[in-house]
């Protein structure tokens, strides 16, 4: 189970870093707006490093693996609230 944690944790950190540089525009990869992107780096960048903490530090995998499956359940309420108040053309 620590190992289902890490790896969680480091596709949460590549996640957030991809959606980090695609919200200072050194990136332009990203359909969704910059402030979605700003949401998306903090939530997947803060809840990978807490994964990694809380499996490591605290050496509780339990919920290291609840903290690096969470960024996953906001992120599609934040993708369904962003597709309900975008104007796409």
Known sequence: MKYLVWLLSAANLWFGGRSFLNA????????????????????????????FYVSIARHNPKLGLVVAVGPWALAIVVLFVTMLTSNYQ
């Open 24 to 51: 200072i525009h050194v990136l332009q990869t990203s359909k969704y707006s910059q402030r979605t992107d700003w949401v998306f780096a903090v939530l997947f960048l803060g809840l990978g490093v807490a994964g």
